[in-house]
Nanobody, 121 residues
Framework: VQLQASGGGLVQTGGSLRVSCAAS????????MGWFRQPPGAGREFVAA????????YYADSVKGRFTVSRDKAQNTVYLDMNSLQPEDTARYYC???????????????WGQGTLVTVSS
């Protein structure tokens, strides 16, 4: 499977941005699609996840209420809508596919190349 992330860019504090992740093949209903981010000089951290079959969503406390994860089954695409962006949201954002819900990056087997989001202060 290939995951292609896109939509990153430069945005001002308080702004919004949508990043997308297109999968080369249709995920199974049991799959979980996750978003992670890696700030400069830091490790990769969980941001949000969605169960492909049920649409159930999960968020890190740091983005809850500001970010929304969704999926389009017809397009095999997952989205991350980011609002009220802050400089600390600056990171490379990665999408990943796992067989079950997990928060550590090691729980996900397939990864996209990432897209850079920069929030200016």
């Amino acid at each position: 499977v290939q995951l292609q992330a896109s939509g990153g860019g430069l945005v001002q504090t308080g702004g919004s941005l949508r990043v997308s992740c297109a999968a080369s093949g249709r995920p199974f209903s049991s799959h979980v699609m996750g978003w992670f981010r890696q700030p400069p000089g830091a490790g990769r951290e969980f941001v949000a996840a969605i169960r492909w079959g049920t649409g159930g969503t999960y968020y890190a406390d740091s983005v809850k209420g500001r970010f929304t994860v969704s999926r389009d089954k017809a397009q095999n695409t997952v989205y991350l809508d980011m609002n009220s962006l802050q400089p600390e949201d600056t990171a490379r954002y990665y999408c990943a596919r796992g067989n079950s819900l997990g928060y550590p990056p090691a729980d996900y087997m397939h990864w996209g190349q990432g897209t850079l989001v920069t929030v200016s202060s």
